[in-house]
């Protein structure tokens, strides 16, 4: 790319996604898994990049989507998805949410029994699925384990039979079954491990309740490199061992073949994107400092989960000294590196990039400091295209009466 060129008719900070990357990694997924098994789906969890133009692509490519939220929802709907190819995984729904779900006719993951029945006071539905902690978790980070003990996420599997077993009382006729135990795992034999415990708990369910799934939703979590030192995830590996587990369990248990499915977002997007943020100045205090235009409200992954990502300068070389890189929030947290080996010859305006910011990047910015987000850029080999204009402090202002 040239970022320059891109700098320059877009200004900075800008987020910049690679559509050809994005179709590469679906295409690379969703062989991995259903070359080992037919009945496969991939919903793309919306969460990691709402914005409807990363939503089209994967729509094109054959997925559904995963939704966490009204507001992701209705990403999903702009973006042009069908009803049937929707999915929602929520968790303390509010009754607005709920009703939301029912009037839009699409297929859900409820957190809690809680959940079902305060979607029972607004009506009934012949379709549930409940998302089952199976009391085990993994992820890059803590913040970012959704299984175990810890976990505020699902229903304890100790528990899940009872949940099933009211909704089958109630009327429920059709059913799923739904875990998420992490994000960013690089491991395959966890994935194995933790579809192994699910479909022990989800076959003993199905079996003393007579009934079977429509579906299983493993949920995703599958993990990129952020550094150099980290290994890719073997996801040939991970589609056959997650798959022959899968299919093993479900003829012990008797259960035929449902639909399988899987919700990736990092995986799908997060390789795709590029910060590229402008030098504003460089300081010489107890430690050199290299500021640029984007900070914590741009990025917040490392002031949040001291998330670490590869940070590139396209147009300087040479010998280099150790810098820390920070954005210009009025927060000590506000640093994407510490002693960094960057460029002596780094001045202000020179370029800096930020690497694998596809996922969960923009879409976990902010307005702090009275900073307006930036622009988001869609590449498609040598063409640009805006798919959401930068916002101005005019627009900071607009919800005021």
Request: proline share 4%.
């Amino acid at each position: 790319m040239d970022f320059r060129k891109i700098a320059n008719e877009f200004k900075t900070p800008t987020y910049v996604y690679d559509q050809n990357k994005i179709e590469k990694n679906y295409q690379k997924l969703y062989h991995a898994f259903s070359s080992h098994y037919k009945n496969f789906k991939i919903h793309y969890a919306v969460k990691a990049n709402p914005n409807p133009a990363i939503i089209k692509i994967l729509l094109d490519q054959g997925a559904g989507v995963d939704c966490s939220s009204p507001g992701e929802l209705e990403a999903a709907l702009r973006a042009g998805t069908k009803k049937e190819n929707i999915l929602y995984t929520g968790n303390y729904e509010s009754q607005e949410d709920l009703s939301q779900i029912l009037n839009a006719d699409i297929k859900f993951n409820l957190d809690d029994l809680t959940s079902f029945e305060r979607l029972l006071e607004i009506r009934k539905t012949d379709f549930v699925s409940f998302r089952i902690n199976p009391g085990m978790g993994k992820g890059g980070h803590e913040a970012v384990v959704t299984g175990g003990t810890d976990a505020k996420f699902g229903i304890p599997y100790e528990k899940a039979f009872e949940a099933y077993k009211i909704a089958k009382e109630a009327g429920v006729q059709r059913f799923g079954l739904h875990m998420m135990t992490g994000s960013n795992n690089l491991e395959p034999y966890f994935f194995r491990e933790a579809v192994e415990k699910l479909m022990e708990i989800g076959g003993d369910i199905f079996n003393r309740l007579d009934i079977k799934p429509e579906y299983v939703d493993i949920g995703g979590g599958f993990g990129i490199p952020y550094t150099e030192e980290d290994v890719y995830l073997d996801v040939e590996l991970l589609g056959r061992l997650v798959c022959e587990k899968f299919t093993k369990k479900l003829d012990e248990y008797s259960l035929g073949r449902p639909q399988l499915l899987i919700e990736p977002g990092r995986y799908l997007v997060g390789n795709a994107g590029i910060l590229i943020t402008s030098v504003t100045g460089v300081k010489e205090s107890y430690r050199t400092f290299v500021g640029v235009d984007a900070g914590m409200n741009t990025l917040a992954r490392p002031a949040l989960y001291q998330a670490i990502h590869r940070v590139s300068t396209p147009y300087n070389s040479g010998p280099t000294r150790k810098m820390n890189l920070c954005g210009q929030v009025c927060e000590n947290a506000d640093i994407f590196a510490k002693n960094l080996d960057l460029p002596k010859n780094l001045k202000e305006d020179d370029l800096v990039l930020l690497h694998d910011v596809g996922a969960y990047g923009f879409c976990m910015s902010s307005v702090y400091n009275g900073r307006p987000r930036p622009a988001e850029i869609l590449i498609n080999s040598d063409q640009s295209k805006l798919i959401r204009r930068r916002e101005t402090i005019e627009d900071l202002f607009q919800f005021y009466p």
